[in-house]
Antibody, heavy 122, light 109 residues
Framework: EVQLVESGGGWVQPGGSLRLSCAAS????????MSWVRQAPGKGLEWVSV????????YYADSVKGRFTISRDNSKNTMYLQVNTLRAEDTAIYYC???????????????WGQGTMVTVSS | EIVLTQSPATLALSPGERATLSCGAS???????IAWYQQKPGLAPRLLIY???SRATDIPDRFSGGGSGTDFTLTISRLEPEDFAVYYC??????????FGQGTKLEIK
């Protein structure tokens, strides 16, 4: 079964940091670009970042550029999102998502994790 | 950045009726790279349609997508009770960034 499981969310004060993880199973992880998508409470979806299968290419939304860093360890079938200098507006569920097709950086997202909640508040 | 505008914001229909949801783009979406997702409360979104008109795996054929350029639609031919949810469109043809519409809530009339 193809599965993505996120972890690492929690409550943090403004300016703080967290490291989110996404454990993948059921597919050849290194063949696919992976992304993070977030959803603020009661709001819509926002694409955050993408990393290519070989980690050579990464892209970020302007809202997180310079504060968030995406990475992956294909030997562990795991993707990460280091989130620094957190702001109240970063409060959201963070979903780990798999792009649908091999060799695509930007594609439809065919597999979603259950999400991990990040709450930024003093 | 392409802005996607979904209409209507809320659509109230009865089971058995036909639903048509719209997604308008601020500029032409390259290669018609539009996807549609369904999200139910407390759950992650689920991919329904990709490349504007291709159904994802295990999606019933009552769901269909169409359109090109800047105007795209998701049609549900006969609504089932489980279809009432929020629907999002996404463009991935002019990226980065990939962008989503603000969503259409399909509710029971």
């Amino acid at each position: 079964e193809v599965q993505l499981v996120e972890s690492g969310g929690g409550w943090v004060q403004p300016g703080g940091s967290l490291r989110l993880s996404c454990a993948a199973s059921g597919f050849t992880f290194g063949n696919y670009a992976m992304s993070w998508v977030r959803q603020a409470p009661g709001k819509g979806l926002e694409w955050v970042s993408v990393i290519s299968g070989n980690s050579l290419s990464t892209y970020y939304a302007d809202s997180v550029k310079g504060r968030f860093t995406i990475s992956r360890d294909n030997s562990k079938n795991t993707m990460y999102l280091q989130v620094n200098t957190l702001r109240a507006e970063d409060t959201a569920i963070y979903y780990c998502v798999k792009v649908q097709r091999v060799s695509y950086y930007f594609d439809a997202f065919d597999i979603w994790g259950q999400g991990t909640m990040v709450t930024v508040s003093s | 950045e392409i802005v996607l505008t979904q209409s209507p914001a809320t659509l109230a229909l009865s089971p058995g009726e036909r639903a048509t949801l719209s997604c308008g783009a601020s500029q032409t979406v390259s290669s018609g790279y539009i996807a549609w997702y369904q999200q139910k409360p407390g759950l992650a979104p689920r991919l329904l349609i990709y490349d504007a008109s291709s159904r994802a795996t295990d999606i019933p054929d009552r769901f269909s997508g169409g359109g090109s350029g800047t105007d795209f639609t998701l049609t549900i031919s006969r609504l089932e009770p489980e279809d009432f949810a929020v629907y999002y469109c996404q463009q991935y043809g002019n990226s980065p960034p990939s962008t989503f519409g603000q969503g259409t809530k399909l509710e029971i009339k």
